[in-house]
């Protein structure tokens, strides 16, 4: 299972990993799926967003976001890794536990 992200509009994007705003990382199977997530970074879905971890407990919520950028690797299975860069406010953050 893996954290999701929440947008403005309460769609949600599966993440294949983040570590923080500036790598937030989405796997898609096809270019078509990637170009329908990159669409949903809109300036009105960005104003306030929220990470869930795999249970919905939220880990973070953040503010007045903004995509900085997009960088997408084609995978040898066809599969297309995007990194979104975004920046903004984070006004809530829970720890997590770490795993030993």
């Given at each position: 299972m893996k954290d999701?992200?929440?947008l403005s509009d309460e769609s949600t994007i599966e993440l294949e990993s983040f570590s923080s705003l500036e790598d937030l990382r989405v796997l898609s199977p096809d270019k078509q799926t990637m170009v329908a997530t990159w669409d949903k970074f809109t300036k009105e879905n960005l104003e306030a967003i929220e990470i869930a971890s795999p249970d919905g407990t939220i880990i973070g919520k953040y503010n007045d976001?903004?995509?900085?950028?997009?960088?997408?690797?084609?995978?040898?299975?066809?599969?297309?890794?995007?990194?979104y860069k975004l920046v903004g406010e984070q006004i809530k953050e829970a720890a997590r536990e770490t795993e030993e």
């Open positions: 999701i992200l929440i976001i903004t995509l900085i950028s997009e960088t997408s690797y084609i995978q040898p299975d066809g599969s297309i890794l995007t990194s």
